[in-house]
């Protein structure tokens, strides 16, 4: 089984609420290895990265946005781009000069794990266990009421590749470390556990 690595990041709104430590013992109850972590404080310059100004991150979300209020009967009078644009603005806003807890996770299928650890994008429909299901109070309507970026309380790599890409704007090939645990002899070995005769 092929070891996957994961960018998660614990957002300003749960560093607020002392939530570092509870976000944390979710991903390590998973199975999940933390192979890298720092609390830093972004630039703008560093957010837009992340986040970039390009129509391969604008379309995307500009239709989950846009669909969004379509579900709910709303005709916001922009197209996808333009809605993807104040999200990305929105954004960029939200996380600058505020503190932010890197950490890169490891294991098998760490990004689907890392993912359904977070829960939904919408927290109101969040799956119970979850961090946004068992943490949030936010709803789009709130956020969009507020004219700020939504508090989705972690960030969670949507596949390998998005992940590996994330991961290099992050940390530096040397703030990874690559460590055994004795409980990936479960993962990787079929003979963990037996008793000898």
């Known amino acids: 089984m092929k070891k996957e690595r994961t960018l998660i990041f614990i957002k300003p709104e749960s560093i ?23 609390l830093i404080v972004p630039t703008r310059e ?6 970039p100004d390009d129509d391969s991150w604008y379309i995307p979300t500009g239709t989950k946005t846009l669909e969004g209020y379509k579900a709910k009967g709303i005709d916001p ?12 603005e929105r954004l960029l806003d939200h996380f600058t000069d505020r ?16 993912r ?29 009421n507020l ?7 972690v ?3 949507g596949t390998s590749e998005e992940a590996e890409k994330e ?18 002899s479960v993962f990787y070995s079929k003979n963990w556990g037996r008793v000898r005769h």
Do not use: C
């Open 77 to 88: 009078g922009k197209t996808a781009k333009e809605l993807a644009v104040i999200v990305r």
């Open 116 to 144: 359904k650890t977070a829960g939904s994008t919408n927290p109101l429909s969040a799956e119970n266990g979850s961090i946004r299901g068992d943490y949030s109070f936010e709803s789009y309507d709130l956020a969009d």
């Open 46 to 51: 560093q957010i837009g990265t992340h986040y």
């Open 167 to 184: 991961i290099k704007i992050w940390f530096l090939p040397r703030e990874i470390i690559d460590y055994d645990l004795v409980m990936e």
């Open 147 to 153: 004219e700020r970026a939504v508090h989705t309380l």
């Open 99 to 114: 503190p932010l807890f890197l950490m890169i996770w490891e294991g098998p299928h760490a990004v689907v794990l890392g």
């Open 16 to 38: 607020q609420r002392h939530l570092i430590g509870e976000l944390i013992s979710k991903f390590e109850k998973r199975g999940l290895k933390l192979v890298a972590a720092k």
């Open 155 to 157: 960030h969670a790599s």
